[in-house]
Structures are given as C-alpha cells and as structure tokens.
C-alpha cells in the first residue's frame, strides 16, 4: 500500500488546492481520487470515511482527516511549515485566516450570477488592494526579511503566493502598487518544490470555468 498521502476531492481548486500548495511546498508527493459524480459523493459518505459528511477528505498517516483547516494544520505541523514557537504560529494564523477570507472571495467569483459579477469583481479589487495586500505589504517592508514570520519558510508564504496568483488571474495588473509583495512573489514561486508544483502538467488546478459549475452542483447538491 502506497505512503502517499491521498486526496479526494473534485477535479479542481476550491478547498483542495491549498492542502494541494502544502504538500506541494513541502515536497511531498500525493495521490488523487476525484469525485465525478453524486454517486461517489455518496458511496464515501455511506462507508463512514467523511465524519461530517464533506470533502475534502484526506487519507494520510492512517488517518481520514476531513475540515480543511484541520487537514492544512496538520501538514504545517508535520513538515515544519508552521513556525518556531507558539507566538510565531499565532503571526502565522492571523496572516494565513486573511489570505482564507480573500481566498474565499476569488474562489466564488464563478458562482456569482450574472448580474453580481461586476459588484462581486469590484468587491475583491477593493478588498485585496485596500484591506488586505497593504498589510502583506508593510510587514515585508519593516521587517525586511524574504518571509512573512521568522525569517523561515512558513504556509504563510505558502498560501499568500497562491492568492497572489489567484487575484492576479483575477486582475493582471492587481499588484501594481505593491513592490514588496512583486518582489515576495518572484522570490517564493523560485523555491524549488514551489517552481515544480507551477510547472505546467503538475497537480496544480486551472480556475475554474463557468462551464464547470453545473457538474459540480450535480455532485454536491
């Protein structure tokens, strides 16, 4: 039986990909079982592997962890990705909890009905610019140093990257006014399990398309 850790979710980003970016970051390979239909939604919940019911569920180290924020704080603890002492992974929470609420914002962009798009789209430039990047930003800056906290490689930098990318998808042009975090993107996405996992035919998921929508509806509701 294969070590790797094992991942089921649909074909795509929503609350996978971040467990995605930190296996990724810390090199880990890992194996994926994707839903394709209601039917093995069902078959899951049916063989009591889903505690609450839900995906993501991750097998890993005998265990069948579900609720995305368990699973990602798990890997951060085992692949030392979540700083040195409890203080540093408090700085860490509290920077990793903005990126989740901008992350949300980005990864329901999609599902806004047509006649919402164009608030929602503004919504996020207005948040990402106003409230949350100035603050990336100015921790950079005063500290000086290549990461978020510690002066090590944390799932602060990690998760930050991702919706960088993510809002740049978004809007091309959205890190204009933000040097130290152009700078952090460069110099993270060049870490060499980051610069593998961008690389094109790796585990990574495109955005998702409008297209999509309707198949994942089929499988979760």
């Known amino acids: 039986m294969s070590g790797k850790p094992k991942l089921y979710y649909f074909n795509g980003r929503g609350r996978m990909e971040s467990i995605r970016w930190l296996l990724a970051a810390a090199g880990v390979e890992f194996e994926e079982c994707f839903l394709e239909t209601k039917d093995d939604l069902i ?92 603050v990336y930003e100015k921790v950079l800056k005063d500290h000086g140093q290549d990461f978020l906290v510690g002066n090590q490689f944390s799932r602060a930098d990690v998760q930050l990257l991702e919706t960088l990318l993510m809002a740049e998808e978004c809007k091309p042009d959205i890190l204009a006014k933000f040097p130290h975090l152009q700078s952090f993107k460069a110099r993270i996405s060049n870490i060499p399990t980051i610069k593998k996992f961008l690389q094109p035919g790796s585990q990574r998921k495109p955005p998702l398309q409008e297209k999509d929508v309707p198949k994942l509806m089929k499988i979760f509701h």
């Open 43 to 134: 078959k899951l919940q049916k063989d009591g592997s889903l505690l609450f019911q839900q995906v993501p569920m991750v097998e890993i180290d005998g265990m069948k962890m579900v609720q995305s924020r368990a699973i990602s704080n798990y890997i951060s603890t085992k692949y030392n990705l979540y700083g040195k002492d409890l203080k540093e992974r408090a700085l860490i929470d509290m920077y990793v909890e903005a990126v989740i609420d901008l992350n949300e914002l980005l990864m329901t962009h999609t599902f806004q009905p047509s006649d919402k798009k164009e608030q929602h789209f503004a919504t996020i430039v207005d948040k990402a610019t106003n409230r949350y990047f100035p």
